[in-house]
């Protein structure tokens, strides 16, 4: 995690997220209560937000596939 979006890096600057139970899907969780949000307009990271208001952005739900 860099600044407030989400990169590729090495390991050893790797951010380690909670996954926690959303209303969709998965949420992934920094240790300051962020969530993943999806960029607006479709482009870009993914960026932690507390809230996707007043930010105008969607939480960035996941699901687990076999």
């Known amino acids: 995690m860099v600044g407030n979006g989400i990169r590729l890096d090495t390991r050893e600057n790797a951010t380690v ?5 959303g209303g969709r899907g998965l949420l992934l ?5 962020n969530y993943a949000t ?10 932690m ?3 996707v208001l007043p ?3 969607d939480f960035g739900y ?5």
């Open 29 to 33: 969780k920094d240790a300051y209560g």
């Open 55 to 57: 930010n105008f952005r």
């Open 17 to 21: 997220f909670q996954v926690v139970a």
């Open 38 to 47: 999806y960029p607006i307009g479709g482009k870009g990271w993914l960026q």
């Open 49 to 51: 937000y507390a809230s």
């Open 62 to 66: 996941f699901r687990v596939q076999q």
